[in-house]
């Protein structure tokens, strides 16, 4: 698995603050991963995830030592508009990305600062819309959209600058349970087909468990574990920081205390279920 | 005693389309009540008739007896606190502090009172460190959490909440349902709209589902959340206790649970009966 990001010793302050909102960070993310990041609020998802496409040093000022490395560029010695090559970013609330009158237009916008030919815009825009199932929105206004809608046309806008990397700072705020698990749907198409890396700052770890292969949980600047879903949400210090874990984990977490052991931890209902079945078949067949 | 009674409710925002099409529902003090449905229901729209920011095209809305079409919202906002989703819509003062103190102040409390409901929102919200900062240089859940602390500082008798758990990790969450329960003890109505099902199951007894602008289920939360025609309808998640049992029916687990520890206890007596049998 090749390195497609990394944090060496990296820490960061902002400007008028006294304390690290990053410290020493080291962090290698590999092309492919589907990342959770979590912890506390105030912890420092956001700041983690500003690091890497640019935001921070070049918009947010600050202090910072060590480097943030993507796909071979040092962060702090290339510009936001080099970096969005590699790197998009989807925040919250989608309204605040979106201001072109028709979707097509909103998401060929950034294109038009690329010098692309009219062929080459015509052809992304057509295949994002394709992508992300959204070809019956194109001729719409962003603002007659449901927020789902929204937070789709936002990616599309940033799909079609073709990067390699996704950064979602909780995309799904704003969106009912439905929505929200369509939008976790998308994310692992884009993942799985086109091999896009993820790092996705979410609070939905019920929703969002079943989808992801890794988990960064943060505290105080720092990243205090890092590993599968399961194994993190097992960890002491997940229940020490108070992130709560998925229902189904809990379930498998009473169980073993009362001397009933899964084969592995479930990431949703369905394979909670399954290893139920298992059970009753192991006790049935003693 | 019934502190909200809505009668028929109908609005419509522009005089076409209707946002809320014959709304009844009757809140009783002290009771703790969540709103639920997808996006676009009315939920939004509903509880901003519970302190007269809107007021109703056809039907009634009573608060504590006061019909929010004859009497003023600045009447009205000192029984009624909301608490909105997205915090940087209520949030404008240059500190913390003095974010919280605003209401008060306009509602003529002497400075011995404000500073004394300040200090202890501060505390309640874990803001104190945060006293002197800008609110706009807090964290998204910090933020939420001083936007309920500049309501819940004038104590107001009805506090209704939109979506407070978004941003809010699972540690937040549990102080809020602590807090909720805590207010209902003495004897404050709290109303809380969220798409959280996991924090509705665990903390309200009652829970009330729109869709369409209409009431679709209103009763007891496990009745509600445990049946899959009325969490299809309204767009929702049930819980994963839930769907987990549901999935299991043919083996004898109970059809209506709702939490985690219930489901371990029906695993737990299936596996003790399968030994036996």
Known sequence: MSVIVSFEEYSFKYSGTTFYALRNINLDIYRGDFILLTGPSGCGKSTLLRSINGLIPHFYEGEYTGRVIVMGHEVSKSSTYELSRYVGMVFQDPENQLFSSTVEREIAFGLENLGLSKEEMRRRVDNVLQILKIENLRHKSPYELSGGQQQKVAIASIMVMEPEILILDEPTANLDPLSALELFELLARLNREMNITIVIVEHRLELITSFINRVLLMDRGRIVADGAPEEVFLERTSKLLGIGVPKVINVYLQLRNRGIEMDRPPRKPEELAVQVRRLLQRRSSK | ?277
């Open chain 2, 1 to 277: 005693m019934r502190v909200i009674e809505v009668e028929d409710l109908y609005f419509s925002y522009n005089g076409r389309t209707e946002v809320l099409r014959g709304i009844d529902l009757t809140v009783e003090k002290g009771e703790v009540v969540a709103i639920m449905g997808e996006n676009g229901a009315g939920k939004t729209t509903l509880i901003k008739h519970f302190n007269g920011i809107l007021k109703p095209t056809k039907g009634s809305v009573r608060v504590l007896g006061m019909n929010t079409k004859t009497v003023p919202v600045s009447k009205l906002a000192r029984h009624v606190g909301l608490i909105f989703q997205n915090p940087d819509h209520q949030l404008f003062a240059e500190t913390v502090e003095e974010e919280i103190a605003f209401a008060l102040k306009n509602l003529g409390f002497d400075d011995d009172y404000i500073n004394e409901r300040v200090n202890w929102a501060l505390k309640f919200m874990k803001l104190e460190k945060y006293r002197k900062s800008s609110p706009f240089t807090l964290s998204g859940g910090e933020k939420k959490r001083l936007a309920i602390a500049s309501i819940l500082a004038y104590d107001p008798d009805i506090i209704i909440f939109d979506e407070p758990t978004i941003g809010q990790e699972y540690l937040h969450k549990q102080r809020l349902a602590d807090f909720i329960k805590y207010l209902a003890s003495k004897g404050k109505t709290v109303i809380v709209v969220t798409h959280d099902v996991e924090f509705v199951a665990e903390n309200f007894s009652r829970t009330v589902v729109m869709a369409n602008g209409k009431i679709v289920a209103d009763g007891a939360t496990r009745e509600v959340l445990t049946d899959p025609e009325i969490t299809k309808r309204a767009r929702l998640i049930p819980p994963q206790p839930t769907q987990c049992a549901l999935l299991l029916k043919d083996l004898g687990v109970p059809e209506r649970v709702l939490l985690d520890s219930e489901l371990v206890q029906s695993i737990v007596s299936l596996l003790k009966h399968s030994m036996i049998t």
